[in-house]
């Protein structure tokens, strides 16, 4: 099924996605594109190094100091007019729960409603169908937004994941929205413990079997520094090694921080596979 993001379509291409954090507090970049001038820094970065989506985030998900929806919109409606202006080619990708935010910035020009929370506010989804853009549908265990797993529990973690993710997308597809412009994400991290994110990656064929293009949110996360017991600063190699496992297992969409490496081990999979040729093969032909 060809990918359908908002006025972009897609075939048969793993697409990154790269994280705009238009937050003082988020638990990577520490608000190193909390500026607007910054954030759009950031956007022209990853746009040069080749990312096909932009996503940007008002709120952090972590827990922290109350952002309401006035706040959320002034953090990213002007923003993403700005971007839209500037790159009307980018996929623009904006990582909300709230419909009353999702409304506001289809009107200024988003392509993908990116609702982390796994559909805490219903609405969401009329307004996705309304503008006619994407949808992200993730699983997070009936967590509330911004706070974390207590000693959550599944009988079949990847059960739940596919149980919650397709009642999401029956939902998005009965309010409207276009089966081609739904994304499931499995939401490492969110509603799971280290042992839960890391079965949700060992079984991620059983989520691209649904048919639905999948997004892995990978990048830096906790499961990672957990299973290799390395700081936040250290994470790239075991994020690099889950990316490589979800590309070999299907996966559509990865929402990266580091662009560049996630590219190229996309391309390396991708190469292994016989999908993409190398860029050059000489070795052994002089």
Known sequence: MTLRLGRHRFDDASLVMAIVNRTPDSFYDRGATWAEDS?????AQVADEGAEIVDIGGVKAAPGGVVDEDEERRRVVSFVERVRT??????ISVDTWRASVGEAVCEAG??????????????????AAKYDAAVVCTHTGGVT????????????????V?????????????????????????AHDFGKNTVHSLEVTRRLPEMVATGYPVLVSLSNKD???????????ERLTGTLAA????????ARIYRVHEVVPTRQ??????????RRPPARAIRGLA
């Open 110 to 127: 988003a392509d993908v409603l990116n609702d982390a929370w796994g559909g805490a506010d219903p609405a969401l989804v009329d307004v």
């Open 223 to 233: 499961f990672v520094g957990e299973t290799l017991g390395v700081a936040l600063e």
């Open 39 to 43: 954030a759009f820094d950031r956007v």
């Open 243 to 250: 990316t490589a496992v979800c590309a070999m297992a299907g």
């Open 86 to 91: 500037a790159y009307p080619h980018l996929v």
């Open 265 to 274: 081990t996309l391309d390396m999979v991708a190469s292994i596979q016989g």
């Open 145 to 160: 937004p911004r706070t974390r797993p207590h000693r959550i529990a599944y009988d079949d973690v990847m059960a739940d």
């Open 162 to 186: 596919l149980e919650a993710t397709l009642s999401y997308a029956d939902r998005a597809i009965a309010a409207g929205v276009a089966p081609e412009s739904v994304v499931i994400d499995p």
